[in-house]
């Protein structure tokens, strides 16, 4: 009888010890509320509250919240890796970014570019110089649109490293003898260049010029960014088009990454004029956002913003200068993103839109920046949390035209008229020259006047040794604005006070 006693209070105390050690274990891996930093719970309850697809993310779930789990998901992982742990599948959100330090300014060397394979067995990378930001170091240098990069930083040009083209310190090569053969394009003669950025203003309108040719006046407007802050830039350009007496407009979104969706609003009331009042585009958030839905209508007005050391002065409303058109014409490219897209789709609901380039690169959804302001539902930054600097970027909303047409869930918008983009090597000068195929394919469908390849080669006069039976570029690599943060958006700003 005592030895069965005995042999209960051994099974008894080991059951006990073992049900005290695994509580001392479970307890030593739960790890208090308190160790979560701010900046996390912040990541977590602000993609919580506004992430577009925030129903379809298990750990974004709204009785995540509290447990065991979630406190050591927040605690065992930085704010990026904990932001990027929370996005939706990467081949349908490849737009959402955080930042860092909301203060930390980008610094330009004003050299905007695109990069594609070299040849036919896509390892190989080449540059192409889109265009240079005026009085930028990069101007400074000589750099021009049309010159084409093949290294970075001493290395041979690749997709992983072209990104270092947009570093504020890069060193590049530039080929000055440009071919492009049946297999690749080639190139000989390098000339180096040193860059260092600069606190860089760019006016996205970079060139608007009326052309005369075959009878028609045509409008080519360059535009690379849907920017409110300039507005009068953009209204004064349709002005001077207006003055001239253009039937016809060129709308040249190759380089343009997207931006204010008022401002493309203002745009397409700008391409026509006879719309005013009609819908538009429609903004859709997540289920916990309905009451921010909204339809954006044309408007015969546009707001002036001026930039004024660190704020924005409002300067009031202007007259828009609209052109009347009941068809455009728009090139593209694989960076040819998001409000440029809107604009593509909303336009096509009311007038034709011929478009002539390359697929465009495919991102229907926008954002607004999420500050750790929890009491404004994350959207003030004034009333931030000032222990840290951390901001969000999330996809907010999807967006669709007047007519709810179904975006393609994969891939871009597909164009009318494609250009092999191995034809702008060796051949692209300043904006508005006929040497640019796309601009002379948009002219040719215009004035019904065809240019062939010999006749825009003696327009352009450029390179003699330019063989223009090139192979076919099939790929986009992807250009400045593709690859950096915030480089394609599509924004707006939800009010403060929507909900009251």
């Given at each position: 009888?005592?030895?069965?006693?005995k042999?209960?209070?051994v099974?008894?105390?080991?059951?006990?010890?073992?049900?005290?050690?695994?509580?001392?274990?479970?307890?030593?891996?739960?790890?208090?509320?308190?160790?979560?930093?701010p900046?996390?719970?912040?990541?977590?309850k602000?993609?919580?509250?506004?992430?577009?697809?925030?129903?379809?993310?298990?750990?974004?779930?709204d009785?995540?919240?509290?447990?065991?789990?979630?406190?050591?998901?927040?605690?065992?992982k930085?704010?990026?890796?904990?932001f990027?742990?929370?996005?939706?599948?990467?081949?349908?959100?490849?737009?959402?970014?955080?930042?860092?330090?909301i203060?930390?300014?980008?610094?330009s060397?004003?050299?905007?570019?695109?990069v594609y394979?070299?040849?036919?067995k896509?390892?190989?990378?080449?540059?192409?110089?889109?265009?240079?930001?005026?009085?930028?170091?990069?101007?400074?240098?000589?750099?021009?649109?049309?010159d084409?990069?093949t290294?970075?930083?001493?290395?041979?040009?690749?997709?992983?490293?072209?990104?270092?083209?947009?570093?504020?310190?890069v060193?590049?090569?530039?080929a000055?003898?440009?071919?492009?053969?049946?297999?690749?394009?080639?190139?000989?003669?390098?000339?180096?260049?040193?860059l260092?950025?600069?606190?860089?203003?760019?006016?996205?309108?970079?060139?608007?010029?009326?052309?005369?040719?075959g009878?028609?006046k045509?409008?080519?407007l360059?535009?690379?960014s849907?920017?409110?802050?300039?507005?009068q830039a953009?209204?004064?350009?349709?002005?001077?088009l207006?003055?001239?007496?253009?039937?016809d407009l060129?709308?040249?979104?190759?380089?343009?990454?997207?931006?204010?969706?008022?401002?493309?609003?203002r745009?397409?009331?700008?391409?026509?004029?006879?719309?005013?009042?009609?819908?538009?585009?429609?903004?859709?958030?997540?289920?916990?956002?309905q009451?921010?839905?909204?339809?954006?209508?044309?408007?015969?007005?546009i707001?002036?913003?001026?930039?004024?050391?660190d704020?924005?002065?409002?300067?009031?409303?202007?007259?828009?200068?609209?052109?009347?058109?009941?068809?455009?014409?728009?090139?593209?490219?694989?960076?040819?993103?998001?409000?440029?897209?809107?604009?593509?789709?909303?336009?096509?609901?009311?007038?034709?839109?011929?478009?002539?380039?390359?697929?465009?690169?495919g991102?229907?959804?926008?954002?607004?920046?999420?500050?750790?302001?929890?009491?404004?539902?994350?959207?003030?930054?004034?009333?931030?949390?000032?222990?840290?600097n951390?901001?969000?970027?999330?996809?907010?909303?999807?967006?669709?035209?007047?007519?709810?047409?179904?975006?393609?869930?994969?891939?871009?918008?597909?164009?009318?008229?494609?250009?092999?983009?191995a034809?702008?090597?060796?051949?692209?000068?300043?904006?508005?020259?006929?040497?640019?195929?796309?601009?002379?394919?948009?002219?040719?469908?215009?004035?019904?006047?065809?240019y062939?390849?010999?006749?825009?080669?003696?327009?352009?006069?450029?390179?003699?040794?330019?063989?223009?039976?090139?192979?076919?570029?099939?790929?986009?690599?992807?250009?400045?604005?593709?690859?950096?943060?915030?480089?394609?958006?599509v924004?707006?700003?939800p009010?403060?006070?929507?909900?009251?």
């Amino acid at each position: 009888m005592k030895f069965l006693n005995k042999l209960l209070f051994v099974i008894v105390t080991g059951f006990t010890c073992i049900i005290s050690c695994n509580r001392d274990f479970e307890a030593s891996h739960i790890i208090e509320p308190k160790n979560v930093k701010p900046e996390n719970e912040f990541v977590w309850k602000a993609l919580n509250s506004w992430y577009y697809w925030q129903e379809k993310v298990p750990n974004l779930a709204d009785n995540f919240k509290g447990s065991p789990q979630y406190v050591n998901f927040l605690a065992s992982k930085n704010p990026s890796d904990l932001f990027n742990a929370l996005l939706y599948t990467q081949d349908i959100d490849r737009f959402s970014w955080i930042i860092p330090n909301i203060y930390q300014n980008y610094r330009s060397t004003g050299l905007d570019y695109s990069v594609y394979p070299k040849g036919r067995k896509q390892n190989d990378y080449i540059g192409i110089v889109n265009y240079v930001v005026p009085d930028s170091p990069a101007a400074h240098a000589g750099i021009k649109r049309g010159d084409v990069i093949t290294k970075v930083n001493g290395n041979m040009l690749s997709l992983s490293n072209s990104k270092e083209l947009a570093g504020e310190h890069v060193k590049l090569s530039i080929a000055r003898r440009v071919s492009v053969s049946q297999d690749a394009v080639v190139t000989s003669e390098e000339t180096d260049y040193s860059l260092s950025g600069i606190d860089l203003q760019e006016n996205p309108v970079a060139f608007h010029k009326s052309l005369n040719f075959g009878g028609k006046k045509i409008g080519y407007l360059v535009y690379n960014s849907f920017e409110e802050d300039y507005h009068q830039a953009l209204n004064n350009a349709f002005g001077d088009l207006k003055r001239e007496g253009v039937t016809d407009l060129i709308l040249d979104l190759r380089y343009n990454g997207g931006g204010s969706i008022e401002t493309a609003v203002r745009l397409g009331q700008m391409v026509t004029g006879q719309f005013t009042g009609s819908p538009y585009v429609s903004i859709e958030f997540n289920k916990k956002h309905q009451d921010y839905n909204t339809t954006e209508r044309f408007k015969d007005t546009i707001r002036m913003y001026y930039p004024y050391k660190d704020r924005i002065i409002d300067k009031g409303n202007a007259k828009i200068n609209s052109l009347g058109l009941n068809q455009v014409y728009i090139l593209t490219s694989g960076g040819t993103a998001s409000a440029s897209e809107l604009t593509i789709q909303s336009l096509k609901a009311y007038i034709k839109v011929v478009t002539i380039g390359n697929e465009t690169y495919g991102k229907f959804f926008g954002s607004h920046t999420l500050f750790d302001s929890p009491n404004t539902d994350y959207l003030s930054k004034n009333d931030r949390n000032q222990s840290h600097n951390w901001a969000l970027q999330p996809i907010t909303f999807a967006y669709y035209n007047s007519k709810h047409w179904q975006n393609p869930i994969k891939g871009g918008l597909k164009v009318d008229y494609e250009i092999n983009p191995a034809d702008y090597f060796g051949r692209l000068k300043e904006f508005g020259e006929l040497s640019d195929p796309a601009l002379a394919k948009a002219v040719e469908l215009i004035t019904g006047q065809k240019y062939t390849m010999e006749n825009r080669k003696a327009i352009a006069s450029r390179r003699d040794n330019t063989n223009y039976s090139a192979f076919k570029i099939t790929k986009f690599g992807g250009s400045r604005k593709t690859f950096m943060p915030l480089g394609t958006e599509v924004y707006t700003y939800p009010r403060l006070n929507k909900k009251s």
